[in-house]
């Protein structure tokens, strides 16, 4: 069973970094695509980034560019999102995510119910 554990959330001040992980259990991480979404209070479930099995990133939120990047260390069977410049709009709990399906699984989707999904790291940005 696919299943995927966020950590590295916290209380940071603006302008501030923080780099979340993903880790991976009971599968191979980098055959899968796994991307970040977000969730604030009041909002949607948003996607962020996405790295497919080929190392290809997708970026989903404008909002994030040129301040989050994503990668994967395969030995570690972890996907990270360095957020850099962080403004406290981007306060919302991070969820990671992976294809739960065979088919297509190296490839990034928006389409939730395709996904497993982890329990979410709360990423609070305040002074």
């Known amino acids: 069973q696919l299943q995927v554990v966020e950590s590295g959330g916290g209380l940071v001040q603006p302008g501030g970094s923080l780099r979340l992980s993903c880790a991976a259990s009971g599968f191979t991480l980098e055959n899968y695509a796994i991307s970040w979404f977000r969730q604030a209070p009041g909002k949607e479930r948003e996607g962020v980034l996405c790295?497919?099995?080929?190392?290809?990133?997708?970026n989903y939120a404008d909002s994030v560019k040129g301040r989050f990047t994503i990668s994967r260390d395969s030995a570690k069977n972890t996907v990270y999102l360095q957020m850099n410049s962080l403004k406290p709009e981007d306060t919302a709990v991070y969820y990671c995510?992976?294809?739960?399906?065979?088919?297509?699984?190296?490839?990034?989707?928006?389409?939730?119910?395709?996904?497993?999904w982890g329990q979410g790291t709360q990423v609070t940005v305040s002074s």
């Open positions: 790295i497919s099995s080929s190392g290809g990133r997708t």
């Open positions: 995510a992976a294809r739960k399906t065979q088919v297509f699984r190296g490839v990034c989707t928006l389409q939730r119910e395709l996904l497993s």
